[in-house]
């Protein structure tokens, strides 16, 4: 029985591990679904701080924050966080916001931002995209990036942490039972 509820567990981390994983982006916005090896950068230099962190709303449609507010000072220069092609550069809402599609359905959201780029520019990872402009809602910084990512077609995306898309967010596996528990 016990080897049974071990094998159980190591089935259910491999597949909940499967479906979190987000999948590779590539440098080469039209490579496909493959993605290649690479993953998102950060969008500001120096790497900012988070003012307002990611919180998934549930259901999909009610109250939440669908992306990232990191720390910024007025008209400091937004980068593309991976290649891809901008899909929309323009007021969107009474704010300014360049979208760019990534290879894979991918796409990141950058607001406000003063657009120094067109809808249809192929842009490379590190790309300037515009730069950040003050007055963001709810932030407590000079000025603040609202930083967003989602998987598929606007109408229907699916908003995802970008946190956990960047080159640098290490993956570290803990015991079941937690340290010194005895479970095992």
């Given at each position: 029985m016990r080897r049974f509820a071990v094998l159980a567990g190591g089935l259910a981390l491999a597949a909940a591990s499967a479906l979190l994983t987000p999948a590779p982006l590539s440098a080469d916005p039209g490579s496909g679904p493959g993605l290649g090896a690479g993953r998102l950068d950060w969008p500001l230099r120096p790497r900012p701080a988070v003012v307002r962190f990611f919180d998934a709303p549930d259901?999909?449609?009610?109250?939440?924050?669908r992306g990232l507010d990191l720390?910024?000072?007025?008209?400091?220069?937004?980068?593309a966080a991976a290649a891809g092609t901008v899909v929309f550069a323009g007021r969107l809402a009474g704010r300014p916001v360049v979208s760019v599609a990534h290879a894979g359905g991918l796409r990141t959201s950058y607001e406000p931002v003063l657009p120094a780029v067109r809808a249809g520019e192929r842009v490379g990872a590190g790309t300037v995209l515009g730069a950040v402009q003050a007055g963001h809602a709810g932030c407590r910084a000079p000025a603040c990036l609202h930083w967003g990512a989602m998987w598929g077609p606007a109408a229907r995306a699916d908003y995802v942490d970008p946190l956990g898309l960047l080159a640098e967010t290490p993956i570290r596996l803990k015991p079941v039972g937690g340290a010194g528990s005895g479970a095992s």
């Amino acid at each position: 029985m016990r080897r049974f509820a071990v094998l159980a567990g190591g089935l259910a981390l491999a597949a909940a591990s499967a479906l979190l994983t987000p999948a590779p982006l590539s440098a080469d916005p039209g490579s496909g679904p493959g993605l290649g090896a690479g993953r998102l950068d950060w969008p500001l230099r120096p790497r900012p701080a988070v003012v307002r962190f990611f919180d998934a709303p549930d259901p999909d449609w009610q109250r939440g924050h669908r992306g990232l507010d990191l720390a910024a000072a007025p008209g400091q220069q937004v980068h593309a966080a991976a290649a891809g092609t901008v899909v929309f550069a323009g007021r969107l809402a009474g704010r300014p916001v360049v979208s760019v599609a990534h290879a894979g359905g991918l796409r990141t959201s950058y607001e406000p931002v003063l657009p120094a780029v067109r809808a249809g520019e192929r842009v490379g990872a590190g790309t300037v995209l515009g730069a950040v402009q003050a007055g963001h809602a709810g932030c407590r910084a000079p000025a603040c990036l609202h930083w967003g990512a989602m998987w598929g077609p606007a109408a229907r995306a699916d908003y995802v942490d970008p946190l956990g898309l960047l080159a640098e967010t290490p993956i570290r596996l803990k015991p079941v039972g937690g340290a010194g528990s005895g479970a095992s």
